[in-house]
């Protein structure tokens, strides 16, 4: 069975040129779950689907050209609205932060009128991952902190804003394996240092998960069949010709204050080793052209949440 789509078109700037691309909106969550929503379709190591970055990126702060959106968190659920549209209760829990009106029935046309956690209130966005546990207590996240910038050596004048309604999932919610740190870490603080594993974290600097999402878009798809292949990481600052739209890397850290002996510790996916995380573009669209322009294009950082170029 196929699930219908909607279909729409869209300009984009790439490079000097305008570039119209035709895009599919994700299926529609009232239709017949189709094969993009059977869970265990979705691939184990995503990166044999997606590759992963050239290497881990040496702490998300730094002078590289950046835009950055702190969201406090706003809800728990055991919802899923990219997996398991229209399903409520089917997934593991998730915390979820930006948009407050997510839930397993959410649309971003229905997101994008709604309120938001984030500073930059602009940003009505929906960003989620699995719940963190110590023993059997759900850990309440102080916030989640979204970094937007160019991938590793990519020309940021080359990188376009995620078109609106973009579904995006990085790092497995199976994986029974390290995955590369350059896709999924863990880390204290803002500190530099990453870990595959959940690292004892001092006083003041507590448990951070930061997961590094996908770069390169196939320019057609909104969203596929297993939430992966209409994405790609770049590699040595290039997009693959079958993913040739250079997007944002989206860098999402969600932060606890959590420190100490990390035993005891685990995802509602699974273990530790099981951190992901999802994001449905719901931006005010033209406020999120405004930050790519004048952030990543320009190659500056830009002041936390407004846009504003530090300074």
Known sequence: MTTPIRRATS??????????????CAPDPNDVRGAEHQHMSMPVDSAAVMGAPDRPIAGPQGAVGQFVVECPYSHALPDDPIVY????????MHVF????????DSRPEYLLGQ?????????????????LYHDDEML?????????????????TRVVAFPFGLYMIAGDAMAVEPQPTSVVAWSCGSGAMRSETPPACPDKRGLRLDVTFPDCWDGEHLDVAGHREHMRYSTAGKCPSSHPVHVPQL??????????????????????LTGHADFVNSWDQGKLEDEVRLCLHRDVVCGVTSGRVSG
């Open 11 to 24: 300009a984009l700037l790439v490079g000097s040129a305008f570039v119209v691309l035709a895009t599919s």
């Open 85 to 92: 549209p229209g399903e409520p209760g089917a997934s593991h």
């Open 97 to 104: 932060f930006g948009n407050v009106a997510v839930n397993a």
């Open 115 to 131: 309120d938001t956690t984030c500073e930059q209130r602009a940003d009505t966005a929906s960003y989620w991952a699995p719940a």
């Open 140 to 156: 309440i996240p102080e916030k989640s902190v979204a970094y937007y910038r160019a991938g590793l050596d990519v020309d940021p």
């Open 251 to 272: 860098i999402f850290s969600v932060a606890y204050s959590f420190s100490g002996d990390p035993t005891g510790l685990k995802l509602a996916s699974g273990g530790v």
